[in-house]
């Protein structure tokens, strides 16, 4: 009687593990391989001499690193250029080996061979900086399996940056997150939302894409989907039902109305949360989210209009893979230690010379900063046939992984090249028109340093590339690298004004670098207040970025304090500790200025103006700090003036933005 009881407790007890185990199994799995890999310098002049992508790596010289990893930031390897071998073993169970596994890396520079159990199975070249997902389903075995990976960062034709024309670190290395992602052979690989506000209502036009179309048949296949608010107080679910669209070129595409929406500002970074469940003859096969925002951009009449609202912005640029100890291998906490040094100085605006890590864009769309991602093209190259293939590669990669993100508001395609020149212009009209047809709710732009010469009403050379798109983007540093002064800035603007008119102008770099231009950061200071006010005064331009945030760690720098090279042009030191020329960038970066300020009978009474120049945008819900006294500023127009008043006897004054950053710090 006993075991009987027993055993039917067993049979209850195995029942409901298998009920809830089979509840409970995702319908993907996302699984880290970040952590301990061996590693190995391969510095030997034949190509893969041992054959470690087919054996095992061992020897005396094999040692452990931790992925994420760098390997020029370690000491003694800041110079070497080459090859580099990462492995580490990885369980497959029999249930795993039934699906889809895929290998996901977020960033290997800039060549990568993958081996799964000594077979090749995929390689990624000539895009350092972007994801790519690998299919390892064939090589798989129940059990343990090994993955080799080989790194190449020597210079290369065949790469974008090409050769050794880039300003930053060559950081080789397996140096982002690295995963395994297990699908049902139905299963999604992308969703694309384009959230169009107008005024307080919306529409969501949303494409999604599959691992493998050819497991997908439009009449087996339904898409339920549900929308809510995802970092707003209220909550709402704004959408819960089956998405209705068509299915055309392997993606579904529909569009979905909606009578109030909460739209994405800088100063209200409003975001949604689309969850996609795809179900296959009525049984769930796939699940994934993604966040969005409503937000729309333009240029109008000169200025950056972003939801309808005109606007001229100021910020400043970023050099990652700057900390000493990691490089490219950078942690979050080490981007958002940056993020929040550019938030705190006023910078709503940023580019970035390369393509960036999700976590900067997701934490850029939750805090607010507007943002342009940009090919890695630099300097004197020549988009040839190949590099456009690579260029366009790299574009589709880009796009697709952060098409959702409403802080990117701009894609560039290049940097300081020879623009002038009619194969360039050629080659950048193409990669224009190439980006333009994947997104066409984004700016496209080319950052150019020749936009002011003088040459081009003498016939020597062709009208510079950049007037061709969006918004004109101009390194401007005749005060230093062009060999002039302050004194020749507003003129020198005043003929690009004429020389492309009609054109809106945003300053995409401006500053001094250390040692090669003396003066120190005094005179970064000062120049920076010079130049801005020139820059405000000139109607034409849109915006302007000083470069840049940080001193940072670039293979052609000038300085070598440290072990790897670098360039001293930041308000901050390499270590982020800030110089003082930092205050003065939060000063010259601030929307609005304290007209009149005193306190009498414990009363502060602050007058407030909105920036009529650069930057000039509308405050809303900006909070003044006195003590512990709130006084809220509702709305705040540029050149408006508004006096506001509080009781207390604090001698301390702050004014936040709604997302909790400092706009300035008075002391009375």
């Not at 190995?40 to 990893?69: A, Q």
């Not at 409003?270 to 003859?281: A, E, R």
């Not at 909105?610 to 809220?632: D, E, F, H, M």
Request: include cysteine; proline fraction near 4%; hydrophobic fraction near 35%.
């Amino acid at each position: 009687m006993f075991e009987s009881k027993v055993s039917l407790l067993l049979a209850i007890l195995m029942f409901c593990h298998v009920f809830v185990f089979s509840k409970v199994l995702p319908h993907r799995e996302n699984i880290s391989l970040n952590g301990e890999w061996n590693f190995f310098v391969d510095s030997t002049s034949t190509d893969n001499p041992f054959n470690w992508g087919e054996t095992e790596l061992k020897g005396k010289l094999i040692r452990t690193v931790t992925v994420p990893h760098a390997w020029n930031a370690e000491k003694g390897m800041e110079k070497y250029w080459g090859k580099c071998w990462y492995e580490r073993e990885f369980e497959i169970s029999e249930q795993q080996l039934l699906k889809i596994t895929r290998l996901q890396f977020d960033g290997v520079y800039h060549d990568a061979e993958i081996y799964i159990n000594g077979k090749k199975a995929s390689e990624h070249k000539g895009s350092g900086y972007t994801r790519f997902l690998v299919n390892i389903t064939p090589y798989l075995k129940a059990g343990i399996n090994r993955l080799t990976v080989r790194v190449d960062n020597s210079p290369s034709q065949n790469n974008i940056p090409v050769e050794k024309s880039f300003d930053w670190a060559n950081d080789g290395g397996i140096y982002r997150n690295v995963s395994l992602l297990i699908t049902e052979p139905q299963a999604i690989r992308n969703i694309h939302v384009s959230g169009i506000p107008d005024k307080n209502k919306g529409n969501a036009n949303i494409r999604i894409s599959f691992l493998d179309t050819s497991d997908i048949h439009t009449s087996t296949i339904q898409l339920k989907a549900t929308i809510t608010e995802e970092n707003q107080s209220s909550k709402k679910c704004i959408y819960d039902g089956y998405l209705e669209g068509n299915y055309t070129n392997g993606c579904f595409t529909s569009s979905l109305n909606f009578d109030r929406i909460n739209p994405w500002h800088f100063d209200a970074p409003n975001l949604y949360k689309l969850n996609v469940k795809l179900i296959v003859d009525g049984k769930e096969k796939d699940e994934l989210s993604t966040c969005f925002g409503f937000r729309s951009i333009k240029i109008e009449n000169n200025r950056y209009v972003l939801n309808g609202e005109p606007m001229r912005v100021v910020g400043v640029e970023w050099m990652p893979g700057s900390t000493l100890e990691r490089g490219m291998a950078e942690t979050h906490e080490d981007f958002e230690k940056n993020l929040r040094l550019m938030k705190n100085a006023n910078c709503i605006f940023t580019r970035f010379h390369w393509q960036q890590d999700d976590y900067i864009f997701d934490w850029a769309d939750r805090n607010g900063m507007l943002i342009q991602e940009e090919l890695p093209i630099w300097g004197a190259v020549s988009i040839t046939d190949s590099i456009y293939a690579i260029g366009k590669r790299q574009i589709d990669e880009m796009t697709e992984a952060h098409y959702n993100h409403p802080s990117i508001i701009s894609w560039g395609i290049g940097n300081e090249m020879d623009s002038r020149n009619e194969t360039t212009i050629d080659g950048l009209k193409k990669l224009y028109t190439y980006v333009k047809s994947l997104d066409s709710s984004r700016l496209v732009t080319y950052a150019s340093n020749r936009l002011g010469n003088n040459s081009m009403n003498v016939g020597a050379e062709l009208p510079d590339a950049t007037g061709e798109f969006d918004m004109m983007m101009f390194n401007e540093y005749y005060s230093t690298w062009f060999g002039q002064s302050v004194d020749s800035v507003s003129k020198r603007l005043d003929e690009i004004a004429r020389n492309y008119p009609g054109k809106a102008l945003t300053i995409s770099e401006w500053g001094i670098c250390e040692p090669v231009f003396n003066g120190g950061d005094p005179r970064r200071a000062k120049e920076m207040i010079q130049l801005i006010n020139i820059y405000a005064s000139k109607p034409f331009i849109a915006g302007a970025i000083y470069f840049c945030l940080n001193d940072y760690r670039t293979q052609m720098g000038e300085d070598f304090a440290y072990s790897y090279p670098q360039r001293v042009h930041g308000v901050c030191d390499i270590k982020l500790n800030p110089k003082p020329s930092y205050d003065t960038l939060k000063h010259v970066c601030s929307p609005i200025m304290v007209k009149k300020l005193s306190q009498k009978e414990g009363k502060i009474s602050i007058t407030l103006a909105g920036k009529p120049g650069l930057p000039n945008y509308t405050v809303r819900n900006y909070s003044i700090v006195a003590g512990n006294k709130k006084v809220q500023i509702i709305e705040l127009k540029p050149g408006e003036e508004k006096t506001f008043e509080i009781k207390t006897n604090s001698k301390e004054i702050r004014i936040f933005r709604t997302t909790g950053f400092e706009v300035m710090h008075l002391k009375l």
